[in-house]
């Protein structure tokens, strides 16, 4: 699978080890920043996260910064981006089978390197079920972003 990763600042580190285990599982990475510690937006981050899936250039993303929220905020901005933020690995896989989420944000200062790898790679290997009533549900997710109520 093609995925974009990308953090702020804050994400830098956690951001480089998801890297660095995502590549040795057969992922194609495609590393949208940032490249060091110097200070940094996340919105910036989550506007390329969300470019990249919106033109196909990945399949899904992975998005970094202190907390999470800030990046889940951000990137659910973009029409077509369904972020979701886990900490755990029910949510991150639950969060593609019912939800279609198709961005991770991860918080850096709120979980460690092995639990973030843990919950990445839920999501990754999670797959939208199909079923009614999570493709109707998607639906009126969809038709609220459409008409941005």
């Known amino acids: 699978m093609k995925i974009a990763v990308a953090g702020d600042h804050a994400g830098f580190t956690l951001k480089q080890c ?3 285990e995502l590549k040795k599982s057969g992922h194609q990475i495609v590393d949208l920043g940032a490249f060091d510690e110097t200070p940094s937006d996340y919105p910036d981050f989550a506007r390329k996260i969300g470019r990249a899936i919106i033109s196909k250039d990945a399949d899904r993303g992975i998005l970094v910064c202190g907390s999470g929220v800030g990046a889940s905020i951000a990137a659910n901005k ?3 981006i369904r972020a979701g933020l886990a900490h755990d ?3 991150a896989h639950q969060g593609v089978e019912h939800d279609d989420m198709n961005v991770l944000c991860l918080g850096s200062r709120v979980i460690g390197v092995a639990p973030a790898l843990e919950i990445a790679k839920a999501f990754l290997a999670a797959r939208f079920t199909n079923e009614e009533r999570h493709v109707r549900r998607v639906k009126k997710v969809l038709e609220i972003e459409s008409k941005q109520e």
């Open 78 to 80: 973009m029409k077509g």
């Open 18 to 20: 998801l890297v660095a």
């Open 89 to 91: 690995t029910y949510s």
